[in-house]
């Protein structure tokens, strides 16, 4: 017998990759059990099947950067709660310390569909009663017909998880001139977030004064560096300034929404600029603003 559930959850991650750098992510996840009957004549009830598959994703991979650590382009290292990443990309590379719980270090030389259903079968099936005897996990990113955009950020004040520095998302963006939809300013943000970090200037450090490798001292010039302690630890990333916007405000997304309807007007000269920002799949932030004289 086998038993569906679509659209259980979404996963909204980030991860490493040598040719794109880091890239934010959301995929919606579809699950098939196979197994024999419970007592309830059932394979296993629906509400506990979300819950547990959900739980299991949140833990593992959900607002975490998912590292390649089987890629020739990475490098390494634990040392108590805290991990070191260093990771070339053909974007500069990328430098982090971090409490061991911000990332997925996935024995895999990439990161794809393929590699993250691996990594969570298992922990998936040790979830689920013995008469599921397997589990067949897909993961799919939303249909859009919309321009959008791969961002990878961190909420310091966030109580959860976001506030881990870099964990991200695929999002849609909406952007409405004088009430009329502009293909070209989605394209615009599109385009500008495509595959970006988006730092707070709060955060910014002094690459000097963060304890990363010491390969990261020669990128005084060509990297931005971040920094901030959080409840659950103390983060800190070195990342090409060519991949980052910096965003004047935290990046909740009310303030990124706020951040682009407020560009757009000063870019577009236009009284009335209205932006739908999402986070990741079916939510998300509405601004306007009102300025210029068009
Ligand atoms: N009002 C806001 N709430 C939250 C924001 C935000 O910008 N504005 N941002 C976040 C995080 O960035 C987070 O990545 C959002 O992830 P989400 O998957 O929605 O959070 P949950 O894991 O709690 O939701 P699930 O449905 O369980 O996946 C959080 N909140």
């Given at each position: 017998m086998k038993l569906f559930v679509k659209d259980l959850t979404v996963a909204d991650f980030s991860y490493l990759c040598p040719k794109r750098g880091m890239v934010g992510e959301s995929w919606s996840v579809d699950v098939t059990l196979t197994g024999g009957l419970d007592e309830q004549n059932m394979v296993l009830d629906f509400s506990k099947v979300k819950k547990r598959i959900k739980q299991?994703?949140?833990?593992?991979?959900?607002?975490?950067?998912?590292?390649?650590?089987?890629?020739?382009?990475?490098?390494?290292?634990?040392?108590?709660?805290?991990?070191?990443?260093?990771?070339?990309?053909?974007?500069?590379?990328?430098?982090?310390?971090?409490?061991?719980?911000?990332?997925?270090?996935?024995?895999?030389?990439?990161?794809?569909?393929?590699?993250?259903?691996?990594?969570?079968?298992?922990?998936?099936?040790?979830?689920?009663?013995?008469?599921?005897?397997?589990?067949?996990?897909?993961?799919?990113?939303?249909?859009?017909?919309?321009?959008?955009?791969?961002?990878?950020?961190?909420?310091?004040?966030?109580?959860?998880?976001?506030?881990?520095?870099?964990?991200?998302?695929?999002?849609?963006?909406?952007?409405?001139?004088?009430?009329?939809?502009?293909?070209a300013m989605e394209r615009y943000w599109a385009n500008r977030w495509q595959d970006r970090y988006l730092g707070s200037e709060e955060d910014l450090v002094a690459l000097e004064s963060l304890t990363l490798s010491s390969q990261c001292e020669a990128s005084v010039n060509s990297h931005y560096g971040f920094c901030y302690q959080a409840p659950q630890g103390c983060f800190q990333l070195a990342i090409p300034m060519a991949i980052c916007d910096i965003i004047p405000t935290d990046t909740t997304v009310e303030l990124l929404a706020q951040y682009m309807a407020q560009q757009t007007a000063e870019l577009n000269h236009y009284k009335n600029v209205e932006v739908v920002a999402y986070e990741g799949i079916g939510k998300g932030a509405i601004a306007f603003c009102q300025i210029g004289e068009t």
């Open positions: 299991v994703i949140d833990e593992l991979v959900d607002h975490r950067l998912l590292v390649p650590t089987s890629s020739a382009s990475c490098r390494w290292q634990q040392k108590g709660q805290t991990v070191w990443v260093d990771f070339e990309t053909e974007k500069g590379d990328i430098y982090l310390s971090c409490p061991a719980q911000a990332y997925a270090l996935i024995p895999n030389e990439r990161i794809d569909e393929a590699a993250v259903v691996e990594y969570l079968t298992a922990p998936l099936l040790e979830a689920l009663p013995t008469n599921v005897l397997d589990l067949e996990l897909s993961f799919r990113a939303e249909h859009l017909a919309t321009p959008y955009y791969h961002y990878s950020h961190g909420l310091k004040r966030h109580d959860g998880n976001c506030q881990r520095i870099a964990h991200g998302h695929r999002s849609p963006v909406e952007v409405y001139l004088n009430k009329v939809r502009s293909e």
